[in-house]
């Protein structure tokens, strides 16, 4: 398995969970120095990301994009793929294909988290299902054309009410016509959700297509009451080689938030 760090440069998400604010060269360059992998990158939008300088980067601190984040198209425009007006739905999903796009050129999957939304008021859950899953296999098979999957994140009871346990949404993502979009499995959301984490990791098998690295309390693996061990173990019983990836709070800071990850993520490889 790999290491991998995020790194926000979304201003209206500050105080969320991602360790590095101070924009990519500083993120790159802290990565490097620690011994990730990887970074993952939340951006406002595909275009706010300078190609050429972005991989400029990460070929000179020899890191790679481990996926790219589409939340920003919730956190500034509330745009989401079960909306109820048709016109936002469609500017969700051009925003996340852009996304998609940009990863792609990297080699990395796009991310589908807090975009999903949720079914309320006068949507219905079929509805919203319905909606949801035309747009994971539009973007699914958007993906594909760049040889990367496409990944969807089930977010804890409160942030959505549509796909909570990664077993739920594994069924329902093998009814979808593509078959290229891979569960994210968030430790933080499933230590919420799940009685088991790694019994549900083992469930999900080759769904697994990305992990965030996250204790119980949103920091750190180490700094909350999550059972690593076991889950390492079945992640590397259902054969993942992807991505440990820490979206975490940068507590107490950015620097001792990524230390502790990286000791962590030793430890869970010894």
């Not at 990297?106 to 949507?123: C, Y």
């Not at 390492?232 to 019983?237: F, G, T």
Request: aromatic share 8%; hydrophobic share 45%.
């Amino acid at each position: 398995m790999k290491s991998a760090i995020t790194v926000s440069l979304v201003t209206q998400a500050k105080g969320g969970p991602f360790v590095f604010w101070n924009g990519l060269a500083d993120a790159c360059e802290k990565a490097a120095a620690l011994g990730f992998d990887a970074i993952e990158i939340f951006p406002p939008a595909a275009n706010a990301l300078d190609i050429a300088e972005v991989q400029g980067l990460l070929d000179h601190h020899r890191l790679k994009v481990a996926a790219i984040g589409t939340g920003g198209g919730w956190v500034i425009h509330k745009w989401t793929l079960t909306h109820p007006d048709a016109e936002i739905r469609k500017h969700a999903r051009e925003f996340i294909r852009a996304v998609v796009d940009v990863a792609g050129g990297f080699g990395a999957p796009a991310i589908l988290g807090s975009m999903q939304g949720r079914w309320e008021n006068n949507v219905t859950r079929e509805q919203a299902l319905t909606w949801l899953g035309e747009a994971l296999d539009d973007i699914g098979e958007h993906a594909a054309r760049h040889g990367v999957t496409f990944l969807y994140e089930p977010l804890n009871r409160y942030e959505t009410n549509i796909f909570n346990r990664q077993q739920d949404a594994a069924e329902w993502l093998r009814k979808l016509k593509t078959q290229n979009v891979r569960l994210l499995c968030d430790l933080f959301h499933m230590a919420v959700e799940e009685a088991d984490p790694a019994a549900a990791l083992r469930k999900c098998g080759p769904l697994v297509g990305h992990v965030h690295f996250a204790d119980s309390n949103r920091r750190a693996i180490g700094m909350g009451h999550t059972a690593i061990a076991p889950i390492v173990a079945a992640l590397r019983d259902i054969g993942y080689k992807g991505y440990l990836s820490a979206e975490i709070l940068p507590l107490p800071d950015s620097e001792a938030a990524a230390e502790r990850t990286m000791e962590s993520f030793r430890a869970a490889n010894a």
